[in-house]
């Protein structure tokens, strides 16, 4: 059975630091690996969508690496900024209309 | 725009009622879902369906029921058997249910037994 797990559960750093979200999961037979953003009380919003067959993906300040032998993901967040305050959560594509989340990384940002 | 349209945002239920809650999708996408967020969980599946006229039950699809009439509008009804309601209920569709494509969401809609 196919779990995902984001480490750590909560984070805080001050403004201007480079971040590291983490995201495991347990099977490496996936489809695709997406990155979400949630604000509080808010739906989510997709940031990164690495496909099975590629490594990383970037949109501007944010990086998605995949290594799907090891069953990881990282997010890197550069240079961050209070705006970038939110959930970020993974999310594994395993087919057959299945998408398994993780509980996501609360990030703080201190101005 | 296009996007997904949840309502209502808050909605409060009493023991035995059932309550649905509405979502509409304007991105012509065949396939639709619905989640529940828990605090501190992953969104975990309800309902899914592919096409108009078929649904499919998730992961915890007890105490829910669907429609799916037209294209655009998948509505989620609480029934009154569901015993644990309260949760944030999100929607979310996609191009086709086909593995591999980027799912939307919803702004969510909450759900308290009063």
């Known amino acids: 059975k196919q779990e995902v797990t984001q480490i750590p559960a909560a984070l805080s750093v001050p403004e201007g630091e480079n971040l590291v979200l983490n995201c495991s999961f347990t099977d490496s037979a996936i489809y695709n690996l997406q990155w979400f953003r949630q604000d509080p009380g808010k739906g989510l919003t997709s940031l990164l969508l690495?496909?099975?067959?590629?490594r990383e993906q970037t949109s501007g300040r944010l990086n998605a690496s995949l290594d799907k032998s090891s069953g990881r993901s990282t997010l890197y967040i550069a240079a961050s900024q209070p705006g970038d305050s939110a959930t970020y959560l993974c999310?594994?594509?395993?087919?057959?209309?299945?998408?398994?989340f993780g509980a996501g990384t609360r990030l703080f940002v201190k101005a | 725009d296009g996007g997904i349209t949840q309502s209502p945002k808050y909605l409060f239920r009493k023991e035995g009622q059932n309550v649905t809650l509405s979502c509409e999708q304007n991105l012509n996408h065949d396939a639709m879902y619905w989640y529940r967020q828990d605090p501190g969980q992953g969104l975990r599946l309800i309902y899914y369906s592919q096409i108009v006229n078929d649904f499919q039950k998730g992961d915890i699809a007890e105490g829910y029921s669907v429609s799916r009439e037209k294209k655009e509008s998948f509505p989620l009804t609480v029934t009154s058997a569901q015993k644990n309601p309260t949760a944030f209920y999100l929607c979310?569709?996609?191009?086709?249910?086909?593995?591999?494509?980027?799912?939307?969401f919803g702004e969510g809609s909450w759900l308290t037994v009063v």
């Open positions: 999310a594994v594509s395993v087919g057959g209309f299945k998408t398994i």
């Open positions: 690495i496909q099975s067959s590629q």
């Open positions: 979310a569709s996609s191009i086709s249910g086909a593995a591999g494509n980027t799912i939307y």
